[in-house]
């Protein structure tokens, strides 16, 4: 976690020869193995090791106080975006690339990055094609936005398939609260008004000291560890189905990008909690019972912290439309688009004039007609 914990691995360029002709392999998401694009070799990905398939879940304070074996951590090439301040690693023959998160031009910084070795991954299900597929599809479901920019992206520049970092925290959590339980009652009173009577139903609410205890425990409370999108974007990629997280191999990053985490692991502990507190909150007032509850008070003991550094497949693509960045991500397993929505000032222009028009034909009929 520190620039004092010691190197215990080369970098790691994530390149793999093929057996057959020496070319790169890629992974390739349609039939789930490396292939070779030179000479069509294909080349299966071994099954993962360590107990558990080698999703083993690590100790939150041993991370902390940097006291994880030598073996969780590796040392990566990444690039610094200058202007998102996105970090990404690159194949170990590239030197120049296009920062994928806001397509600014960028040139590799080759020193090393020190971090949390990832302990599990989602593969990518799509390829390419069928992401650019569900990304212009959902451009043009959207009203109102540019034609050029749906065909720009239709035609436009590879998309750039990337993994992006999370972190995921288990917690055994014990709470104890106090509050009050609210129980609606009704009753019936006479009214007069504008010489007018009748009777109506006013509700009450009877309150009554609560106070107990509720426990929960969290498995896989997933959290963003990248600052380069916005969040909006991330959390409307989900659901993902973590119980297909395979154990981590760089195989499966063969011919991808990968993010640096960027978001501390205590950071997105932090988050993590948030989480976790508004759940043990709606246990609490389901504990509680009653019509209405009232909390002010839940203390929680958390123990049995444990956490992952996973990697998720988003493909993601940024284009400069009319002096304009507009950014897309597809979930690289389910093909669920979001990104910046755009509109066209013509066709707005236009639609607004189409319903003037219209107005004024409703309007001139209608006169005619009185």
């Given at each position: 976690m520190t620039a004092e914990a010691p190197l215990?691995?080369?970098?790691?360029?994530?390149?793999?020869?093929?057996?057959?002709?020496?070319?790169?392999?890629?992974?390739?998401?349609?039939?789930?193995?490396?292939?070779?694009?030179?000479?069509?070799?294909?080349?299966?990905?071994?099954?993962?090791?360590?107990?558990?398939?080698?999703?083993?879940?690590?100790?939150?304070?041993?991370?902390?106080?940097?006291?994880?074996?030598?073996?969780?951590?590796?040392?990566?090439?990444?690039?610094?975006?200058?202007?998102?301040?996105?970090?990404?690693?690159?194949?170990?023959?590239?030197?120049?690339?296009?920062?994928?998160?806001?397509?600014?031009?960028?040139?590799?910084?080759?020193?090393?990055?020190?971090?949390?070795?990832?302990?599990?991954?989602?593969?990518?299900?799509?390829?390419?094609?069928?992401?650019?597929?569900?990304?212009?599809?959902?451009?043009?479901?959207?009203?109102?936005?540019?034609?050029?920019?749906?065909?720009?992206?239709?035609?436009?520049?590879?998309?750039?398939?990337?993994?992006?970092?999370?972190?995921?925290?288990?917690?055994?959590?014990?709470?104890?609260?106090?509050?009050?339980?609210?129980?609606?009652?009704?009753?019936?009173?006479?009214?007069?008004?504008?010489?007018?009577?009748?009777?109506?139903?006013?509700?009450?609410?009877?309150?009554?000291?609560?106070?107990?205890?509720?426990?929960?425990?969290?498995?896989?409370?997933?959290?963003?560890?990248?600052?380069?999108?916005?969040?909006?974007?991330?959390?409307?990629?989900?659901?993902?189905?973590?119980?297909?997280?395979?154990?981590?191999?760089?195989?499966?990053?063969?011919?991808?990008?990968?993010?640096?985490?960027?978001?501390?692991?205590?950071?997105?502990?932090?988050?993590?909690?948030?989480?976790?507190?508004?759940?043990?909150?709606?246990?609490?007032?389901?504990?509680?019972?009653?019509?209405?509850?009232?909390?002010?008070?839940?203390?929680?003991?958390?123990?049995?912290?444990?956490?992952?550094?996973?990697?998720?497949?988003?493909?993601?693509?940024?284009?400069?439309?009319?002096?304009?960045?507009?950014?897309?991500?597809?979930?690289?397993?389910?093909?669920?688009?979001?990104?910046?929505?755009?509109?066209?000032?013509?066709?707005?222009?236009?639609?607004?004039?189409?319903?003037?028009?219209?107005?004024?034909?409703?309007?001139?009929?209608?006169?005619?007609?009185?």
């Open positions: 215990v691995a080369p970098q790691n360029d994530h390149r793999f020869p093929c057996h057959t002709c020496g070319s790169d392999l890629r992974f390739d998401p349609a039939s789930a193995q490396l292939v070779c694009d030179h000479c069509g070799n294909t080349e299966a990905i071994g099954g993962g090791a360590g107990p558990f398939g080698g999703m083993v879940e690590l100790d939150f304070r041993k991370a902390l106080d940097n006291a994880l074996p030598g073996a969780e951590m590796e040392d990566t090439r990444v690039q610094s975006c200058p202007n998102c301040g996105a970090q990404f690693e690159l194949a170990g023959d590239t030197h120049a690339a296009e920062c994928p998160f806001c397509a600014t031009p960028v040139v590799t910084d080759t020193g090393p990055h020190r971090q949390i070795k990832p302990r599990g991954l989602l593969p990518f299900a799509l390829d390419q094609a069928r992401a650019r597929d569900a990304m212009t599809d959902w451009l043009g479901s959207l009203w109102f936005a540019p034609g050029g920019l749906t065909e720009y992206a239709r035609k436009g520049r590879a998309m750039d398939g990337i993994y992006v970092p999370y972190w995921t925290f288990d917690a055994q959590t014990a709470s104890s609260y106090t509050g009050q339980r609210g129980t609606h009652y009704y009753t019936t009173r006479t009214v007069t008004r504008d010489g007018k009577t009748r009777t109506i139903r006013e509700q009450h609410t009877r309150w009554r000291s609560a106070a107990g205890r509720v426990q929960r425990f969290f498995d896989d409370v997933l959290v963003l560890a990248s600052t380069s999108l916005p969040k909006q974007y991330t959390d409307g990629l989900e659901p993902w189905d973590l119980s297909e997280l395979e154990p981590y191999q760089p195989q499966y990053l063969a011919g991808f990008m990968a993010e640096g985490y960027q978001v501390a692991l205590q950071d997105g502990f932090t988050q993590a909690r948030g989480y976790m507190d508004r759940m043990i909150l709606r246990d609490v007032k389901f504990d509680i019972g009653g019509d209405e509850q009232r909390v002010t008070n839940v203390q929680t003991q958390v123990s049995a912290v444990t956490f992952k550094h996973i990697l998720l497949p988003v493909w993601m693509a940024a284009y400069k439309y009319n002096g304009q960045t507009y950014r897309f991500v597809v979930n690289g397993r389910t093909g669920r688009v979001q990104g910046e929505r755009p509109y066209s000032k013509w066709k707005i222009a236009f639609a607004v004039l189409l319903g003037l028009v219209f107005a004024l034909t409703v309007g001139y009929f209608y006169a005619m007609n009185q």
